[in-house]
T-cell receptor, first 113, second 116 residues
Framework: AQSVAQPEDQVKVAEGNPLTVKCTYS??????LFWYVQYPNRGLQFLLK??????LVKGSYGFEAEFNKSQTSFHLKKPSALVSDSALYFC???????????FGAGTRLAVHP | AAGVIQSPRHLIKEKRETATLKCYPI?????VYWYQQGPGQDPQFLIS???????DKGSIPDRFSAQQFSDYHSELNMSSLELGDSALYFC???????????????FGPGTRLTVL
């Protein structure tokens, strides 16, 4: 079965420090991977995706993600965290021919001043 | 830029009632997806439509049905509501490029359904 795992329920970092939110995947074939962010009582906002090409993908709001095929990982990173980055982050993988997304359980990022 | 529109944003129903959720995709997007997010859970895929035809089906109860209309908007109809149906229901849309399966799904703000 195709799946996504986010091993950390919560990540805490200090403002200005680098952050990493982890994601590993299990898929057959080439993975199409996505990161979304969800603020309280809001919808899911697209951050970035990996389809093919460079392993380092740059996205919105200064976020980037590194695709590692050997480790089946797609970790989300940002060099310098902001308090406003505090939110719920979901990793997702596209499955099937019509783009259905399978989400990880989500990681709550807390950036403190 | 135009986003996915969902209505209503909040809905309160009694058990055994029916509910209809509406989704208006981003203009020129031809594919609509419905997801259900329970409290503290990740979104779960329910159903999708491409060019007004059902394209995929997930863990959608038989009590629920959905369709996509000629103007590409979609409606999720929910009958015999149960307490466990209380959740945030998201609609997402994408443009299905030729051959193509790398399209990004853009999500609406969701409809919060509360069943009492």
């Amino acid at each position: 079965a195709q799946s996504v795992a986010q091993p950390e329920d919560q990540v805490k970092v200090a403002e200005g420090n680098p952050l990493t939110v982890k994601c590993t995947y299990s898929v057959s074939g080439n993975p199409y991977l996505f990161w979304y962010v969800q603020y309280p009582n809001r919808g899911l906002q697209f951050l970035l995706k990996y389809i093919t090409g460079d392993n380092l993908v740059k996205g919105s709001y200064g976020f980037e993600a590194e695709f590692n095929k050997s480790q089946t990982s797609f970790h989300l990173k940002k060099p310098s965290a902001l308090v406003s980055d505090s939110a719920l982050y979901f990793c997702a993988v596209r499955v099937g021919g019509y783009n259905k997304l399978i989400f990880g359980a989500g990681t709550r990022l807390a950036v403190h001043p | 830029a135009a986003g996915v529109i969902q209505s209503p944003r909040h809905l309160i129903k009694e058990k055994r009632e029916t509910a209809t959720l509406k989704c208006y995709p981003i203009p020129r997007h031809d594919t609509v997806y419905w997801y259900q997010q329970g409290p503290g859970q990740d979104p779960q895929f329910l159903i999708s439509f491409y060019e007004k035809m059902q394209s995929d089906k997930g863990s959608i109860p038989d009590r629920f049905s959905a369709q996509q209309f000629s103007d590409y908007h979609s409606e999720l109809n929910m009958s015999s509501l149960e307490l466990g149906d209380s959740a945030l229901y998201f609609c997402a849309s994408s443009f299905q490029t030729t051959g193509g399966s790398t399209d990004t799904q853009y999500f609406g703000p969701g409809t919060r359904l509360t069943v009492l």
